[in-house]
Each structure stands twice: as C-alpha cells, then as structure tokens.
C-alpha cells in the first residue's frame, strides 16, 4: 500500500488471472464460498486486499452467474469489500482448448520439464488466442484512465499483455510467471514461440520467481527474435518497446490470516491424531498440495517407503498425511495420477498397516486454509518434494505455521524456494534413497536444532514476505511509468 500511495498515487490497478479468488459454488441448493487451492491466489489476494483494485477472473463457480451484478462484478471479500472481482464467463469449448487444452496439456508440462509430454493442438492455441482477446478486451473496457497499471498472471495469458498494450498504448503492463520458464531447446517445441514471445513483450516487465528463468527467458528471446538484448539492464528491445525481465521471488502475507485462528500446536495435533484415530504419540509427516505430476507425491511416497524398509521400527509408529486437492481432473494425466497415488497407497498400507494403522492417509479433497493450518502445525515435518516448482509457497506456509519454532521443512532443490530457505533439508525427489534419509534425519531432529534451524527459515519468510514481493514488483512499474511520461512530455 505504501509503494501504491507514494509512487502511484493516482494509478489504477487492474489484475488478470484465471483463477478467481473466490468461488461461489452451488451445493445441496445453497450458495458455497470456497478459496481455491492455487499459489498465484494465495499470494495475491492479500496484496489486493491492500490495494483495492479490480480482479478480473474466470467465472469458473456453479453459482457465479447469481451473485454478481449486472456488470459481472461483486465487492469481495464477501464479508469486508476491500476490492473489486470482474468475472468473465467462459464457454465450456472456451475452457476446453485455452485452460485444459493450451494452456495445461501444453504450457504447463512444457514449462515445468518432468518427462511428461506437452500436447499442442491447433484448436486449442485457436482457442487459447481467443480467450486471451476476450480477457484483454475485459481490462480495456474495465480501464477507466488511459495508463492504467496492469497486473497479468501466468501462464494462461501470455498473449495478453501485447494485445493490451495494441489499445492502451500508455498503460504499465507487469506480467508475472508463477511457473519455470524453460531452457530455449525445451521451449523451441512449442510450434507458436514465436508468437507466445511476441505477446509478452507486450509487457512494460516480465518477471519469474528466479534468475535462472529469466535467463531462460531471455536466452528464448534470443534464439527466437531479433531483439536488442542489454543483460547488464535485464532488458530485451523489441518493436520499439523495452521490457525489463527481472526476478521476483513471491511469498505469502506475514503473519497469515489463517493462523489468527488456530488453536495452540498441541491442540492441533491432537485434533489430526483424534480426528484419524491415531494413538496420540503417532509421528506425523504432512504433505500439502493439488494432486498434480509435477509436485513429486509418488516419489516421496515411494521415499517413505524405503523409510520403512530401512528402519522398520518407525511402523506403527508414524503416519503421512497427504492432501491432495483435486485439479484439473478431467485431463487423463491428472486423472491416471491419482488412480496411481490410490493404487499405491491401498497396496502401501495392506503391507505395513492393519484395520486400525493406515500408515498413508490420502485426503483427496478440497480442504479449507484453517485444516491446512492444523495440519502443518500437527506435523513433525513437511515435505515438499516438487520434481519442478517455480516457487513453492506450502514451504513458506508451513514455516510461516509454526510459531512454536518446531518441525522440519523437507525441500526440494528444483522448488525456487529451496535458493532462500537455506535450513531445509534439501533433497532431490529423484532420489528417493535420499529422501529416505532425510525423512530419518527429520524425524531424529532434536529440538534445538529444529529451533534454530526454524528461527532462521521464519526471519527469510516473515522478511521476504508477499508484501515486498508486490512492493518491489509495483515499484519497477511505478520507475518505468514516471519515465514514459517524463519521455511524453518532451
Ligand atoms: C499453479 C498456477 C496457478 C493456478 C494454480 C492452481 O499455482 O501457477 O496459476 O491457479 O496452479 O491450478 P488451477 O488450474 O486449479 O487454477
């Protein structure tokens, strides 16, 4: 808020993402908010919490259509307006070939590079271009000033911002990719580089989560346009535009809401324990995220597997909690993963549990911010074991969980998070032998040495919090746009 106050003072600030922040769901006949399962909205619902703008999204919710007012718009949060959500309808066609199609059966495996193949269909990139229009068409015609500040999110618009900048010539359009950015032999498959570049450098910036994507990006640049690049300025020369490709590492609000309401950590593990029949001196490991190829979950699995095997006194003894919320289930390698997770899981617990131990749990729904608390505050360790992860934000959620300085975070070095919380144990997910041992080491760790190593995880994360992320990112744009107006104006 301090950036917007004193560096954009009379800016309006206009976000474009897919997801919604909020989901009004019908359920048995009534109305259901639900906050979806999705790092880009966690991060950025606080940060336009502070800077009351205009969200617009997807309006992806069984009840959407019923609670916006004729200009497809509502004041959320529902219970304390801070800002305005703008809700754009999408055919189920429309959804098939840009969100499904384009963007998650190609971007989303191109990008992240885990061995499982992108599909390009023509259709869906003719969809994906179309959706992209109508989004752009929503922001000019929400845009009531000519220079707006433009926030686009993610990969499912990557052809926004240079259709934007083709009708607010003035506007400071930042777009954000919460997702790797390949190296340019990777990004070369996709049959329309050319034009997904073309459209990013609509941008006044584009920023990733770390230095090696944007190099990634830069070096993709250069294979693919001819462009002035000045790495020493982190600018690319395009078409008569300079878009800076900086890194921003996102983050999570400090202290999270979510934690105002959690009972003290003893009580939380008591409630998992119970609420799982659980002997109370039941060890747990927690694992937190949409059920997706990318996150790593048979491998840590097939980790706590080994974990078994070596040290078979932990059986009885300790549990893995995994939640697994359901994404994009109607693709079929979404849906062959979870038939996988429940296969392993089902032949995982016959051999080492009995009716009453089921040494995985695998929680395969939705589940609200404060369970997700609970469960990091119930844990003994976390583990995060992405394959790819452009950032991670469940690690920082789970160091920003516990404020009774105890648990250990297990991390992934191909998580972008792993470069700033240091006192992880980092593992490579490959590697399960290893993670076993982390597992081990995890779970041996005296509480000194948790203490120590969770004060310094909690100074990187309460320091490097969302806010400075959104701070440092609108004051790039607030620099750029004070300069193009200064070029303006002779
Ligand atoms: C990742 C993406 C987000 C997306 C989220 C959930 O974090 O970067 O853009 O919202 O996954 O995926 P979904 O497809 O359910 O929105």
Request: charge should be negative.
């Given at each position: 808020?301090?950036?917007?106050?004193?560096?954009?003072?009379?800016?309006?600030?206009?976000?474009?993402?897919?997801?919604?922040?909020?989901?009004?769901?019908?359920?048995?006949?009534?109305?259901?908010?639900?906050?979806?399962?999705?790092?880009?909205?966690?991060?950025?619902?606080?940060?336009?919490?502070?800077?009351?703008?205009?969200?617009?999204?997807?309006?992806?919710?069984?009840?959407?259509?019923?609670?916006?007012?004729?200009?497809?718009?509502?004041?959320?949060?529902?219970?304390?307006?801070?800002?305005?959500?703008?809700?754009?309808?999408?055919?189920?066609?429309?959804?098939?070939?840009?969100?499904?199609?384009?963007?998650?059966?190609?971007?989303?495996?191109?990008?992240?590079?885990?061995?499982?193949?992108?599909?390009?269909?023509?259709?869906?990139?003719?969809?994906?271009?179309?959706?992209?229009?109508?989004?752009?068409?929503?922001?000019?015609?929400?845009?009531?000033?000519?220079?707006?500040?433009?926030?686009?999110?993610?990969?499912?618009?990557?052809?926004?911002?240079?259709?934007?900048?083709?009708?607010?010539?003035?506007?400071?359009?930042?777009?954000?990719?919460?997702?790797?950015?390949?190296?340019?032999?990777?990004?070369?498959?996709?049959?329309?580089?050319?034009?997904?570049?073309?459209?990013?450098?609509?941008?006044?910036?584009?920023?990733?989560?770390?230095?090696?994507?944007?190099?990634?990006?830069?070096?993709?640049?250069?294979?693919?346009?001819?462009?002035?690049?000045?790495?020493?300025?982190?600018?690319?020369?395009?078409?008569?535009?300079?878009?800076?490709?900086?890194?921003?590492?996102?983050?999570?609000?400090?202290?999270?809401?979510a934690l105002a309401t959690q009972p003290t950590v003893q009580e939380c593990r008591?409630?998992?324990?119970?609420?799982?029949?659980?002997?109370?001196?039941?060890?747990?490991?927690?694992?937190?995220?949409?059920?997706?190829?990318?996150?790593?979950?048979?491998?840590?699995?097939?980790?706590?597997?080994?974990?078994?095997?070596?040290?078979?006194?932990?059986?009885?003894?300790?549990?893995?909690?995994?939640?697994?919320?359901?994404?994009?289930?109607?693709?079929?390698?979404?849906?062959?993963?979870?038939?996988?997770?429940?296969?392993?899981?089902?032949?995982?617990?016959?051999?080492?549990?009995?009716?009453?131990?089921?040494?995985?749990?695998?929680?395969?729904?939705?589940?609200?911010?404060?369970?997700?608390?609970?469960?990091?505050?119930?844990?003994?360790?976390?583990?995060?074991?992405?394959?790819?992860?452009?950032?991670?934000?469940?690690?920082?959620?789970?160091?920003?969980?516990?404020?009774?300085?105890?648990?250990?975070?297990?991390?992934?070095?191909?998580?972008?998070?792993?470069?700033?919380?240091?006192?992880?144990?980092?593992?490579?997910?490959?590697?399960?032998?290893?993670?076993?041992?982390?597992?081990?080491?995890?779970?041996?760790?005296?509480?000194?040495?948790?203490?120590?190593?969770?004060?310094?995880?909690?100074?990187?994360?309460?320091?490097?919090?969302?806010?400075?992320?959104?701070?440092?990112?609108?004051?790039?744009?607030?620099?750029?746009?004070?300069?193009?107006?200064?070029?303006?104006?002779?």
């Open positions: 808020r301090h950036v917007i106050e004193s560096e954009l003072p009379d800016a309006e600030i206009i976000l474009v993402s897919n997801r919604e922040p909020y989901i009004h769901n019908l359920k048995n006949g009534k109305v259901e908010l639900i906050v979806p399962a999705s790092g880009l909205v966690s991060a950025l619902e606080p940060v336009m919490r502070a800077c009351a703008g205009t969200w617009i999204a997807h309006g992806g919710g069984t009840a959407d259509r019923m609670v916006v007012d004729r200009h497809d718009r509502i004041e959320v949060p529902p219970d304390g307006p801070r800002y305005t959500l703008s809700r754009v309808w999408l055919s189920e066609e429309e959804q098939k070939g840009y969100y499904l199609g384009f963007a998650n059966d190609g971007l989303w495996p191109l990008c992240h590079i885990v061995f499982t193949r992108p599909i390009f269909r023509e259709s869906d990139w003719e969809a994906y271009r179309a959706v992209n229009q109508k989004f752009a068409d929503r922001i000019v015609a929400e845009a009531r000033t000519p220079d707006p500040v433009v926030l686009v999110q993610d990969y499912h618009f990557a052809l926004v911002p240079r259709m934007v900048r083709d009708k607010l010539p003035d506007a400071t359009i930042v777009t954000f990719w919460h997702i790797p950015w390949p190296n340019p032999e990777v990004f070369s498959i996709c049959p329309w580089r050319e034009q997904i570049l073309d459209g990013l450098l609509g941008s006044s910036v584009v920023g990733f989560h770390i230095q090696f994507h944007c190099n990634n990006f830069t070096d993709s640049v250069d294979r693919f346009l001819e462009s002035r690049i000045e790495r020493e300025h982190s600018s690319i020369s395009y078409g008569g535009q300079t878009t800076l490709v900086h890194p921003y590492p996102i983050s999570i609000e400090w202290p999270p809401a008591d409630r998992m324990l119970s609420r799982h029949g659980l002997d109370p001196q039941t060890k747990l490991l927690v694992g937190v995220e949409r059920l997706d190829y990318t996150k790593g979950i048979l491998d840590r699995f097939l980790a706590f597997q080994q974990l078994f095997e070596r040290y078979p006194e932990w059986v009885g003894k300790l549990v893995f909690v995994q939640i697994a919320a359901p994404s994009r289930g109607t693709l079929p390698a979404y849906r062959e993963l979870h038939a996988e997770c429940r296969a392993f899981v089902d032949a995982f617990n016959r051999r080492f549990g009995d009716k009453d131990y089921q040494p995985i749990l695998l929680l395969d729904q939705h589940h609200n911010q404060s369970d997700i608390y609970t469960a990091y505050r119930a844990a003994d360790a976390c583990v995060v074991s992405s394959l790819h992860d452009g950032m991670n934000l469940v690690a920082k959620e789970f160091v920003a969980s516990r404020d009774d300085e105890q648990g250990v975070l297990i991390l992934s070095t191909f998580a972008g998070a792993s470069r700033e919380l240091l006192d992880a144990l980092i593992v490579n997910p490959f590697d399960p032998s290893a993670m076993a041992e982390a597992m081990q080491h995890a779970i041996t760790m005296p509480e000194d040495e948790q203490r120590e190593r969770m004060h310094r995880l909690r100074e990187v994360v309460s320091t490097n919090n969302v806010y400075r992320w959104a701070g440092a990112l609108l004051q790039d744009a607030a620099r750029l746009r004070k300069r193009n107006r200064a070029v303006e104006n002779g």
